[in-house]
């Protein structure tokens, strides 16, 4: 444990970037969760596992010498309208720690309290989006997704004010930093042009060291940015998420799935589908999700600017230049995403309409999106027999089939990797939920959370927990913990 050397490297940038802020104490604390596979990889002092030390820095209400606490400044579009000054309004950013591997990762409260950019907000957190981000973040880790992790859970012992009292928490969040794409607008808003590039040097050293010596380093950060977003994009649709929020303050530079306020995955296949109760207008629908991506990215070139090149115009033009190559980007990560889902080892273009045509099928017959793709395991397909009429049904598998003997690969094996048989469903996530709040009971919690970080692997004991809703269960919204 010896190697746990906390850093503040993003103290190292312009005083506008963040303000010094501390957690509000908590009258109660205790455990709800704590993650110890990852206090292992960050080496986090055995002397903060499971302890009133541990309480006392998950809930912030003593934190070591070891940390220094700020809020950071971002703006941001959210539903596409700017708001120039957001900022952590109950995050508060501890210290950044290296994992085993050696990368910095920051370390992060959630819901403790308020901050400079709390904007009349409380700054906590009700324990339900507490409890939905650290199960769900933690699934999505064990997908292969690249996400933000959860490392702790604490209640508060204090109720939180929404539209009804209900019980605090916080999490304790990991991330390879929390800089968005509204970090760096609200950096370029700024009137001094040295704030930008110190923050787009920062990322660049900090997530693309190999730009740094580059003719174009700002260009090489934009591409990165582009790629990356593309490609998590992808991995989200194969996977049926909708991430309900995608303001430019929630995509981050590192493309890294971030807030899992409204997120939810989707069941009976909708290319309409909505679950977030603030999207009225469908702006973050789930087959909206790479054109909001791509609108999200040309805001980040916006605050790049000036940094591509001396003369706008030229630096607008390398901008278009590679906000173009994202559609291609994303339908490559697309085509090859769900190409391996159908076993698929080297798609070609003829392929997206084999692809596109079998979620047809879905979306007709509002087949589960999950079990249908996982079901062509199956030689006889139970559940798609079930759900649609036979004739279309066959047609479609005999094409697919074909497809598959056209190859000299085994698509069984690139299917089970490609197919989980268990996702968060929402209604487990809200069963999980509703009995920590009535009762404080944690068997469901740590059940799934068990099963979950083993999501490709059927077996008797996640059985239970590999269907959709019934009509009685199903959760058609969900809601943000501010």
Not at 24 to 34: D, G, H, L, R, S
Request: charged share 15%; with cysteine.
């Amino acid at each position: 444990m010896s190697s746990f050397q906390p850093e503040h490297s993003y103290r190292q940038l312009p005083p506008i970037c963040y303000a010094d802020c501390q957690p509000t104490p908590v009258k109660a604390p205790q455990f709800i969760a704590f993650n110890q596979a990852l206090a292992a990889e960050l080496a986090l002092p055995e002397a903060y596992w499971h302890s009133t030390a541990g309480l006392d820095l998950f809930s912030g209400n003593q934190l070591p010498a070891w940390t220094a606490p700020l809020a950071q400044a971002y703006a941001g579009h959210q539903f596409a309208h700017y708001v120039p000054r957001l900022g952590d309004g109950r995050a508060i950013l501890l210290a950044e720690v290296r994992d085993s591997q050696g990368k910095r990762l920051d370390l992060q409260l959630k819901g403790a309290g308020q901050t400079p950019y709390s904007r009349r907000g409380d700054g906590r957190s009700p324990i339900g989006p507490v409890i939905r981000e650290y199960l769900i973040s933690e699934a999505m880790h064990a997908l292969g997704v690249p996400t933000t992790r959860a490392l702790a859970a604490v209640s508060t012992g204090e109720v939180v004010f929404r539209d009804e009292g209900l019980a605090g928490a916080i999490l304790t969040r990991v991330a390879s930093s929390h800089i968005r794409i509204g970090t760096l607008q609200f950096a370029a808003s700024q009137s001094d042009s040295s704030v930008v590039k110190a923050l787009a040097d920062y990322v660049i050293a900090r997530h693309y060291p190999t730009l740094t010596h580059t003719e174009n380093p700002y260009r090489g950060l934009l591409h990165a940015v582009i790629a990356g977003q593309a490609a998590l994009v992808a991995q989200w649709m194969s996977l049926g998420f909708i991430h309900g929020v995608m303001n430019t303050d929630n995509m981050l530079l590192s493309a890294e799935t971030i807030d899992y306020g409204p997120c939810a995955f989707m069941e009976a296949y909708n290319a309409q589908q909505v679950f977030s109760y603030i999207d009225q207008q469908g702006r973050y629908a789930y087959k909206n999700q790479p054109a909001v991506a791509q609108w999200n990215l040309a805001r980040l070139a916006e605050a790049l600017l000036g940094l591509l090149a001396p003369d706008q115009a030229a630096a607008i033009e390398l901008a278009m230049a590679e906000l173009n190559q994202f559609p291609d980007i994303y339908q490559q990560q697309w085509l090859s995403r769900f190409a391996a889902k159908l076993g698929i080892a080297h798609p070609v273009a003829e392929d997206r309409s084999l692809i596109e045509d079998f979620l047809n099928l879905l979306q007709d017959a509002a087949a589960d999106f999950t079990l249908s793709f996982r079901d062509l395991l199956n030689a006889d397909t139970p559940y798609l027999q079930q759900k649609i009429a036979l004739a279309p049904l066959q047609q479609w598998l005999a094409r697919w089939q074909q497809r598959l003997a056209s190859q000299q690969v085994a698509a069984h094996a690139i299917m089970a990797k490609a197919n989980p048989v268990l996702i968060p469903r929402n209604h487990l996530i809200q069963q999980v939920i509703d009995e920590i709040s009535d009762t404080g009971d944690l068997t469901l919690f740590n059940t799934l959370h068990k099963l979950w970080q083993d999501p490709f692997s059927a077996t008797p004991e996640n059985a239970p927990y590999q269907q959709p809703a019934s009509a009685a269960q199903c959760v058609k919204q969900t809601f943000c913990g501010t």
